[in-house]
């Protein structure tokens, strides 16, 4: 069973930066690959970003693209969304995924396992 726990989430006003973390444990973490998703009020639940098993590749949803950046350690069994210049409508809840898959996938089916998110409010 793979464990995926989310951290970092919190307040900022516009313009300001977060750093979310995902720990996964449980598994062989260089064996999945990694994704970002989010979750507003009310919408449906996004793809945001994806890196491969190894880090080499990643992938951005258009809305994020020159803002966040998705990086991962190995060795610490951690994949890492970097936010920065943060709008209001990035307020969500932010989840990680695990998939066995390769490639960069941006579909919520193609992930295997789940945290269970970490709030994100950007003030305007």
């Known amino acids: 069973q793979v464990q995926l726990v989310e951290s970092g989430g919190g307040s900022v006003q516009a313009g300001g930066s977060l750093r979310l973390s995902c720990g996964v444990s449980?598994?062989?973490?260089?064996?999945?690959?990694m994704g970002w998703f989010r979750q507003a009020p009310g919408k449906e639940r996004e793809f945001v970003a994806a890196?491969?098993?190894?880090?080499?590749?990643?992938g951005y949803a258009d809305s994020v693209k020159g803002r966040f950046t998705i990086s991962r350690d190995n060795a610490k069994n951690t994949v890492y969304l970097q936010m920065n210049s943060l709008k209001p409508v990035d307020t969500a809840v932010y989840y990680c995924?695990?998939?066995?898959?390769?490639?960069?996938?941006?579909?919520?089916?193609?992930?295997?396992?789940w945290g269970q998110g970490t709030q994100v409010t950007v003030s305007s």
């Open positions: 995924a695990a998939t066995v898959a390769y490639g960069l996938g941006s579909r919520q089916y193609e992930y295997d396992y």
């Open positions: 449980g598994r062989t973490f260089s064996n999945y690959g």
């Open positions: 890196i491969s098993r190894s880090g080499a590749s990643t």
